[in-house]
């Protein structure tokens, strides 16, 4: 009997155990939702902007093979901040001029990186605004207004 009623202490022990570990692995989901939509816009507007410049450059460049002018036209305009960079620093040139691999990687990768941030960036601006709009419809009520409409009862 004694066995029996311990066996049935234990597993209810277990289970009520159990039942705070879902409720925190619940309440993280929660908090990485909440977290989640708080950075929304950043995530969103950081994958628009590196999609964008794939669209744009990366495929014109890549299935050119990083050779005519069109391709060119298409870096200059659009990764002109890399290409400033490359043509300011010593050794910048080689990849802007002589390689055409490192050429094609150099854009391809640190172009499509530097739409990412650009994104990330414009949508974090995003996210501040809204959260500081949709708080400011939260606050509560100015407390001295409330005390001098008493009063003036």
Not at 42 to 62: K, Q
């Amino acid at each position: 009997m004694q066995l029996a009623f311990g066996g049935i202490i234990r597993k209810w022990l277990a289970d009520f155990s159990n039942f705070w570990r879902y409720t925190e692995t619940a309440q993280s989901l929660v908090e990485q939702n909440d977290n989640m939509r708080r950075h929304a816009a950043t995530v969103v507007c950081s994958g628009i902007l590196a999609i964008i410049h794939i669209a744009v450059v990366v495929f014109p460049l890549v299935l050119s093979g990083g050779c005519g002018e069109g391709q060119a036209f298409l870096v200059y305009c659009f990764d002109f901040p890399l290409v400033v960079a490359l043509d300011s620093i010593p050794g910048g040139g080689r990849i802007l001029y002589h390689g055409v691999t490192t050429y094609v990687l150099f854009f391809s990768i640190v172009g499509t990186v530097m739409y990412a941030f650009a994104g990330g960036f414009i949508g974090y601006v995003i996210d501040r605004v809204r959260i500081r709009v949709a708080s400011r419809g939260r606050r509560e009520p100015n407390k001295e207004l409330h005390a001098n409409d008493a009063g003036a009862l």
